[in-house]
């Protein structure tokens, strides 16, 4: 299943909202996680089942969407919000990644 | 909990590796583990899954008859046996453990650097 993501790059402030967005190639139902990484570091689960924090995960960040089109909203950005983040479909074999939306610091 | 990768290094093109991934802080055997690897400059990508018996294990296709997937439960390791390796192998291979099988990941390794140059 391709997964896409868009935008490719998203430049805001401190403080701001971002909204990025995810669209799965076929039905994926629910089957949708988001991590965030930083450069040099290893991925961090952020969001499961579309909508489900991950533990430790902060009220600011939030996932929605279901069958093919999924939201992650992260809100009054911080600093530690600047990163890429992906989305993974777990809906069927293989496994599958989006391409990434990288929230970059305006 | 951690996860801890080891094996990577550079290699010619059509040579071997096995990168290693020493888990602890888990009940091992109760969950699936992973390898997701990420080329240079580039998004993630699954590679390979297995089950927590180890009789149940998944392929990327690019990837299916070169590599393959296995663990050894009493040492909490999971292997990924790297052949035939081709320039388009080179990443960061990070391991992964799913939380049961086929799911997401909800613990990393730090990831281990595998080149592919001649």
């Known amino acids: 299943i391709v997964m896409t993501q868009s935008p490719a790059t998203l430049s805001l402030s401190p403080g701001d909202t971002a909204t990025l967005s995810c669209r799965a190639g076929q039905f994926v139902g629910n089957k949708l996680a988001w991590y965030h990484q930083k450069p040099g570091q290893a991925p961090r689960l952020l969001i499961y089942g579309a909508s489900t924090r991950a533990t430790g995960v902060p009220a600011t960040i939030s996932g929605s969407g279901s069958g093919t089109e999924f939201t992650l909203t992260i809100s009054r950005l911080q600093s530690e919000d600047f990163a890429v983040y992906y989305c993974?479909?777990?809906?069927?074999?293989?496994?599958?990644f989006g391409g990434g939306t990288k929230v970059e610091i305006k | 909990v951690q996860l801890l990768e080891s094996g990577g290094g550079l290699v010619q093109p059509g040579g071997s590796l096995r990168l290693s991934c020493a888990a602890s802080?888990?009940?091992?055997?109760?969950?699936?583990m992973a390898w997701v690897r990420q080329a240079p400059g580039k998004g993630l990508e699954w590679v390979s899954e297995i089950s927590g018996s180890g009789e149940t294990a998944y392929y990327l296709d690019s990837v299916k008859g070169r590599f393959t997937i296995s663990r050894d439960n009493s040492k909490n390791t999971v292997y990924l046996q790297l052949n035939g390796l081709r320039a388009e192998d080179t990443a960061v291979y990070f391991c992964a453990k799913d939380l049961r099988m086929g799911m997401f990941f909800d613990i990393w390794g730090q990831g281990t650097m595998v080149t592919v140059s001649s």
């Open positions: 802080g888990i009940t091992f055997t109760n969950y699936g």
């Open positions: 993974q479909q777990y809906n069927e074999w293989p496994l599958t």
